[in-house]
């Protein structure tokens, strides 16, 4: 009887993880083909490479054409473009780019690579004959020379482009115009970039155990992720400043399991500063911890269905800011798409990014998100809102400065506390009818007041002064319409508080209904 419950167990295992290995291999396929129509033949290569990767028998020989097909565009592209920098009498930059071309070779294309292997032949002598003429200089001209080489070198090594640092590095040594001090600096930054050329290389592979430390939870014996382990950072004094490079896999995949046990949560920092430009979350994650990516180059963020919590850092006002939010400083992450099943957004998880687009749930009626945090999306580029039906709280300052020009506040929401959308360029709201005998805006149950008022400064209206549009319900309390100006508090008590459409003119403070 278990051998037999063995047995089906494991089949459901594979059939499971063929299906999802279809699905994905699919998904690359589909991603490669749009990547031509593009003319964007890196990242098919790319997305073909990964299909083939987890296709299995699903890869055929059409397939294979068509990376192939993709390998013999992007070497063509890349050959036109070093072409263009031979011409231009940049060599090194021509050599660097012919041999990046030649890992895009394929069998059935040997007439290209020829001609490529003989251009970087060709561009290696013109290097040479520049060397040599360099040589043959007075000695001042050789040491003017030999020093604008190594000023070059520099401007690749910043630039990241540490082969092209090391040729010109190599060039100022062999023209010989350098002193003794000055050639032991380039020998130094050659064996730095060489270093760094190294260790990239080191890290062109899959994520294994070994690039994680975990921890076991004690609720269910699952893993949390405390560290990354595969990004380091090295600082290399170029020119007499400290320049520091983010090395390792930056483009992140967690893996569903590690140590042979299921991922469930993303712990406290785990990945923080770390560099990482992309990651997609595993599908069973359910907690994502304080500044768990926060102060990275995050451009990319794919979250897994189940994800519940993200949880936030110190809130703004403390005294002592110790812990920041789950991706707070990523500036470059401009869009976020939540799981449906996410409940709460904590302090600061998303404040100082770059988000223009933030969408609650792969369906927006589906979205179970109650509370958004303090500073959750503060200081962020967002123009257009939508907040998920089910959303109870929005907390201080949760939506300050953005872009936001129109917002329509769901029928659940019971608190809307101070700043919460303050320093956005906001023209029109609709508060549902809803809202009016259950919310409290700001001034009501909220932390600033008492004690720690003067911590917290003035009083800062919920919403901001550029309205011109204001749909509000019958009967307002007066506590909450100290959140907008005087003249439209005292036109709607004029008109008895009645539910309706309120527009202010175009020329002056004038109020009217609609």
Not at 16 to 31: K, L, N, P, V
Not at 368 to 394: C, D, G, H, M, Q
Request: proline share 3%.
């Amino acid at each position: 009887m278990i051998k037999r419950f063995i047995t089906v167990t494991l089949f459901i295992c594979l059939v499971f993880g063929t299906a999802f290995a279809q699905e994905t291999y699919r998904e690359h396929i589909a991603s490669a083909t749009e990547h031509m129509k593009e003319l964007n033949y890196e990242a098919a290569v790319a997305s073909y490479e990964a299909a083939k990767r987890v296709g299995g028998r699903s890869w055929t020989n059409r397939n294979e054409t068509e990376l192939n097909a993709a390998k013999d565009r992007r070497m063509d592209q890349l050959r036109n473009q070093a072409d263009g920098l031979f011409q231009a009498a940049k060599y090194n930059e021509a050599i660097e780019m012919y041999t990046t071309a030649m890992k895009y070779s394929t069998p059935g294309n040997t007439r290209n690579v020829h001609a490529v292997q003989a251009r970087i032949v060709e561009a290696q002598a013109a290097v040479d004959k520049q060397i040599a003429e360099a040589q043959a200089q007075s000695a001042a001209e050789r040491t003017a020379t030999s020093r604008a080489t190594v000023v070059k070198g520099n401007d690749y090594f910043i630039a990241h482009q540490y082969a092209l640092a090391v040729a010109e590095y190599e060039n100022a040594v062999k023209i010989g115009g350098l002193n003794p001090a000055e050639t032991t600096e380039a020998n130094r930054l050659i064996a730095e970039a060489k270093d760094i050329i190294a260790k990239t290389e080191g890290y062109n592979r899959t994520l294994v155990d070994r690039d994680f430390n975990v921890s076991q939870n004690a609720s269910d014996g699952k893993l949390t992720i405390t560290k990354y382990n595969a990004a380091e950072s090295k600082t290399v004094s170029i020119a007499g400043k400290s320049y520091t490079f983010i090395l390792g896999i930056l483009d992140v995949v967690i893996p569903t399991r590690l140590h042979n046990t299921e991922i469930t949560i993303i712990g406290e920092g785990a990945f923080k500063n770390t560099g990482i430009t992309s990651v997609v979350v595993p599908e069973e994650v359910v907690e994502i911890g304080t500044g768990a990516f926060s102060g990275n180059r995050l451009e990319k963020v794919t979250f897994g269905s189940k994800l519940v919590k993200i949880l936030g850092g110190t809130p703004e006002g403390q005294k002592e800011v110790t812990e920041e939010g789950a991706f707070e400083g990523n500036h470059a992450l401009t869009e976020i798409i939540f799981p449906n099943a996410l409940t709460e957004i904590g302090a600061r998880a998303f404040k100082d990014c770059g988000l223009i687009n933030v969408k609650f749930g792969a369906t927006l009626p589906a979205s179970r998100v109650v509370t958004i945090s303090e500073s959750a999306f503060r200081n962020n580029k967002l123009t257009e809102l939508n907040l998920p039906p089910e959303l109870k709280t929005i907390n201080r300052f949760a939506f300050t400065n953005n872009q936001i020009q129109t917002l329509t506040i769901p029928g659940k929401v019971e608190l809307i506390y101070q700043g919460a959308f303050s320093n956005n360029p906001l023209l029109a709201l609709i508060l549902p009818a809803s809202l009016a005998s259950v919310v409290k805006i700001n001034d009501i149950d909220c932390p600033r007041i008492g004690a720690d008022h003067a911590q917290f400064g003035p009083f800062v209206s919920a919403f901001p002064e550029s309205l011109n549009r204001v749909t509000l319900p019958a009967s307002m309390h007066s506590s909450n319409m100290l959140n907008f100006t005087a003249n439209l508090r005292s036109f709607y008590e004029s008109q008895r508080s009645a539910a309706a459409t309120y527009v202010r003119s175009e020329t002056s403070n004038i109020w009217a209904r609609q």
